[in-house]
């Protein structure tokens, strides 16, 4: 079968540095998305990794390792605006997205 | 910004009721998808299209219907609600052709069933 694990919950402190993990097993890789959700709200687009490395994109970054079937998605500086889940999605090799639970991102002042 | 809209927000109804969630995006996208996501929970597809006249159905099992008759709008309608229906439903299309896969999402549509 095919899924995709991150932690259900972490805690950071505000202008703190988090790395939120991601792992997949999946019938063929596309590339890997990282997804924002803010409650109640839909997921807005992250970041995409279809080669190995790091993806810097201001205060966020998605790091991906193909062979060991890992992400992880960087944030620095903290802001009480970042609490809110992070989907993991992985598009498999029929280019459908596969998606993790999500990872609830709180963060204390 | 994306241009996706979704009608109703919010919906309460009873169990046997026919309802039609409404979904358009002025953004000419070939792809369009309907989820279902419960909260704390994955994203799992319902229907995608991936153009007009064009509907498959996704890995979660469901008493569902589509159409794609114009590009822009890809309603999803149930013909009996049940309780078990009850979620959010969250509409979301992305260009064709060789693009990432990313996806612009609609506002979502909750539905609670009683």
């Known amino acids: 079968g095919q899924n995709i694990d991150q932690p259900t919950e972490m805690t950071a402190t505000e202008g703190a540095i988090v790395q939120i993990n991601c792992t997949y097993q999946?019938?063929?890789?596309?590339?890997l998305f990282w997804y924002q959700q803010h409650a109640g709200e839909a997921p807005t687009f992250l970041s995409y990794?279809?080669l190995d490395g790091l993806e810097e994109k201001g205060r966020f970054s998605s790091f991906l390792s193909r062979s060991k079937g890992y992400s992880y998605l960087l944030l620095k500086e903290l802001q009480m605006k970042d609490s809110a889940s992070y989907l993991c999605a992985v598009l498999d090799s029929n280019y459908q997205l596969i998606w993790g639970a999500g990872t609830k991102l709180i963060i204390k002042p | 910004e994306a241009d996706i809209y979704q009608t109703p927000r919010y919906l309460v109804i009873g169990t046997g009721k026919k309802i039609t969630l409404e979904c358009s995006q002025t953004?000419?996208?070939?792809?369009m998808y309907w989820y279902q996501q419960d909260p704390g929970m994955e994203l799992h597809l319902i229907h995608y299209s991936y153009g007009v006249n064009s509907t498959e159905k996704g890995d979660l099992s469901s008493e569902s219907t589509v159409s794609r008759i114009r590009t822009e709008h890809f309603p999803l309608t149930l013909e009996s609600a049940r309780p078990s229906h009850t979620s959010q439903y969250l509409c979301a299309s992305s260009p064709g052709g060789t693009d990432t896969g990313e996806l612009f999402f609609g506002e979502g549509s909750r539905l609670t069933v009683l």
């Open positions: 990794n279809v």
């Open positions: 999946t019938s063929g890789f596309n590339g």
């Open positions: 953004m000419g996208h070939d792809k």
